[in-house]
């Protein structure tokens, strides 16, 4: 088996070892990449020179016998709206094309200290806003599993390069469901941690509230591998909570007390209900208790979580206006309105449909009438939530309503686009963390079973997690 | 003809003292520094960066809340202000908002200031200063294009909003001083330095439209800035032309107010509370360590005047009215201690050299109030000490003090050359009379029989010593002499 298809766990291994060189996983990698990316288009950026070069000189540690840290050679992509010092972070976007920033993100900064090899930054929607990462200035990032299809989205680029086999692991964002989204297209497993557990200084914001940097791998164990090194309390961030650093494991937990929220299957396509009826079978069979269970004000859902994305998406997106960085456009002639207003038109439609929303439910007299209900709504989720998590540990349900849809066949009716975020806002809107893992194949095409905890209840979410995916064995990546 | 005026005023100022920038560690001092140099990820709003709310901001806050008066929430929250403007990194402005619900650190205060008058605090909420933008010719009219620098981006500022309780522009100037005070005895802001400390103001006159003035860069030039628009605004109203709502621009060379280019009351600034900064609980724990570590007030520091030392309200109020002058007050009396003698000669005599230097200078720049004299609390305690042992007169004194007030020497050191000091001179000033009663014989006949003439001989001795001689002693002595003889 070549070296490319090895799961982060097994790289760190097998580099340790020396039972092969960092460098030469990591040129594998860059082949396999010059092989499939025509196909796939998971990258905006690649980092061959650099990744190279950081390999030897790990391969260098690790004769000399110096610690080479817990991700050490594992070949990552970085979802590319998260900071890399020295390395274009574009966000895919117009406003951001040569945009270079000038310090880490913490978690890269945390990364890199573990000994993981950043070999490029992966595609997404413009500034994280879409679910299929067709709204991307770099064209659509393609699903591995079939390639007319969407890879699901922002974070495409993340999952489909982990599924690709075009690196081990993936960090991505979560927005309202953007980790977990392109992970159940790709059979892969993405994980959005409570929020304030992961720092987002270095992550470009979308919408501050309701983000959180997730891991995506082939597997849990490579998941958990990367969560451990990205946690913690961060002094540059400070909605991340101030207490120790967890520590997740794999562990084998018998007795599980499983809720299975039935509006999410009722509102799926009968062959991800039936795909997800099936998970809760086998977590039944491996001593799991599953229940049916009703989330009533699920149906606010969406309409609060794009109240307020948009409302600070349309914040955040104010400082591009390309004066103090972005693309060449000449300012002489302009005064400074029609000068902004110009630059800013190179917003894609996507971003601009934000934008306006946003703008418009924060605009005065609608305050209360909108972003204010949304926030109510939001309350009211998280209490109802808190109650079903008195009596089950976890709360499952498919990630994404539907199978990975044709690329173009939404993307001309944002109100369809927006409805397949249904089963994973909730877990944005209410800071609880939620992971997706492949659950089976419906007409061949991959279906996500989507694991909700309390909050900080990470733990038990993975060990349901880690139960299900030993007892399921689903495949994780396709022939390319 | 009578009109009532009202005056509403909302005060920045920048928190000096609080050493860095409301949300990130650059340094608040920005003043001659290379453009765009004192600046980070953070406040140049570059993508991916947080804002971390520097702590001693709030306290200074809390501070200038608790000195005017005001009512804390139990939680503060900021909120986005969101406008586009070159000089705004992330074209939204961190500030505090009370719309929904109140969460800026201050409302609902009350200022006594003058005397026995007060102004209502509407609130006091803490925010950042905006970058600076530079015009080429020196002019927003007249300019090709602007340069913008970033460094005083994020500079903390506590804005201070009155209600339209002022009625003229003295109670105005009055009441900025009072503030002034304040900020300086509290150690949060140094308002001498150009730009931090600045004021927009409202006027209404006889109940007409309000008008908002801004861009008036110090508080000095706020008394013109109302004149002018209170002049204005009776001149329409004598004409029955209506006064429009509107906000005007203080036009800095012109001296005038005119209308602003954009319509900013037709901003929506579209508040939202900023995601980033959790809401920022105050308990009365914190209250009451506020309260524990607040330096003296003015007020406060009055009352200590009146009662420690003894000086009456005038002087105080006079002293305690500049921290600066409140201060030197007491070096001095760390020196020597002579309170209400200290006090006459900075307060009558020194003042009016600070007063006559003021005038000199064309702008009114805030700067030190001893700038340029060289007077240290050292010469005043050395000369109250001088004056306390009738070592000199006072009159040879404020001659004293006109000299070292440019030269820096020492007043005894002077009094020592000038042979001023009557210890030295009883053998001269003996001779002196000596040779008057020789001169003046007549008049000592006429002296003997008629005391009032023993005045015309001490004017002799007055005249040959050129003044320098203490009349007092000169006079004891010429009464001797005339019965002795």
Known sequence: MPIYTLEAGQVVQGIKSKEFSAEEYISQLFERIEKVEPKVNAFVTLNKEEGLDRARRLDKKIRDGEQSGPLAGVALSIKDNICTKGMKTTCSSKMLESYIPAYDATVIKRLMAAGAIIIGKANLDEFAMGSTTEFSRHGPTRNPWDISRVSGGSSGGSAASVAALECAASLGSDTGGSVRCPASFCSVVGLKPTYGLVSRFGLVSYANSLEQIGPVGRTVSDVVSILNVIAGFDENDHTTTNSSKPTYSLQERKGLRVGLIKEFTEGADPGVSKMIYKAAETLEKQGCKCEEVSLPSVQYALASYYTIATAEASSNLARYDNIRYGFDMNPEGYEWNSYFARARSNFGDEAKRRIIVGSYVLSSGYYGKYYLKAHQVRSLLKREMETLFKKYDVLIGPTMPILPFKIGERIDDPLKMYLVDIDTVVANLTGMPAISVPAGFADGLPVGLQIMADQFAEQTMLDVAYLFEQAAKVQRSPEL | ????????????????????????????????????????????????????????????????????????????????????????????????????????????????????????????????????????????????????????????????????????????????????????????????????????????????????????????????????????????????????????????????????????????????????????????????????????????????????????????????????????????????????????????????????????????????????????????????????????????????????????????????????????????LAQTVQSVFQMEQAAVQDARRNANVANFLLGKVMKITKGKADPKVALEMIQKKLKED
Not at chain 2, 228 to 235: G, L, M, V, W
């Open chain 2, 1 to 428: 003809m009578a009109t009532t005026t009202k005056i509403g005023l909302e005060i920045h100022c920048q928190l000096t003292g609080a050493k860095s920038k409301l949300f990130c560690r650059c340094s608040s001092d920005y003043r001659g520094k290379a453009p765009n140099a004192n600046i980070c990820p953070i406040c140049a709003g570059l993508p991916g960066t947080l804002p971390l709310l520097n702590q001693k901001t709030v306290e200074f806050a809390a501070m200038i809340t608790l000195a005017l008066g005001c009512k804390f929430p139990d939680e503060i929250a900021f909120y986005r202000k969101n406008y586009f403007y070159p000089d705004l990194p992330k074209n939204f402005q961190l500030t505090q908002y009370n719309a929904y619900g109140i969460t800026s650190i201050g409302v609902d205060g009350r200022l006594e200031y003058g005397n026995g008058k007060d102004a209502r605090i509407r609130r006091v909420q803490l925010e950042e200063d905006p970058g600076r933008l530079v015009y080429a010719s020196g002019s927003m009219d007249t300019s090709l294009y602007v340069l913008i620098d970033y460094n005083r981006a994020g500079v903390p500022l506590v804005e201070i909003v009155t209600e339209p309780d002022f009625a003229d522009t003295k109670d105005v100037r009055m009441f900025l001083d009072k503030i002034t005070s304040i900020i300086e005895h509290l150690g949060v802001c140094d308002t001498k330095l150009e730009g931090s400390v600045r004021c927009d103001a409202n006027v209404s006159v006889d109940g007409g439209n309000k008008v908002e003035i801004k861009n008036i860069s110090s508080f000095a030039d706020v008394e013109k800035a109302l004149r002018y628009e209170i002049t204005r605004q009776r001149t329409m109203t004598s004409r029955e032309i209506q006064v429009r709502s509107e906000t005007r621009h203080w036009d800095d060379a012109r001296k005038v107010t005119k209308e602003s280019r954009t319509k900013e009351e037709e901003q929506d600034y579209r508040y939202f509370p900023e995601p980033d900064i959790p809401l920022v609980m105050l308990g009365s724990e914190f209250v009451s360590f506020i309260k524990q570590s607040m330096p003296e007030l003015p007020d406060t520091r009055k009352e200590r005047f009146m009662s420690k030392y003894g000086l009456s309200a005038h002087i105080a109020q006079v002293l305690i009215g500049n921290k600066e002058l409140a201060d030197f007050f007491e070096s001095t009396l760390m020196i020597y201690l002579s309170p209400k003698e200290i006090a006459n000669w900075i307060v009558t005599d020194l003042m009016s050299f600070i007063d006559e230097r003021q005038k000199k200078e064309e702008e009114e720049e805030e700067h030190s109030l001893f700038a340029g004299l060289k007077v240290g609390p050292e010469h005043i305690a050395d000369l109250a000490r001088l004056v306390d042992q009738d070592m000199i007169n006072r009159a040879t004194a404020k001659q004293i003090l006109g000299q070292i007030i440019r030269t820096g020497e020492m007043p005894s050191a002077l009094a020592k050359r000038m042979h001023a000091s009557r210890i030295d001179d009883v053998s001269v």
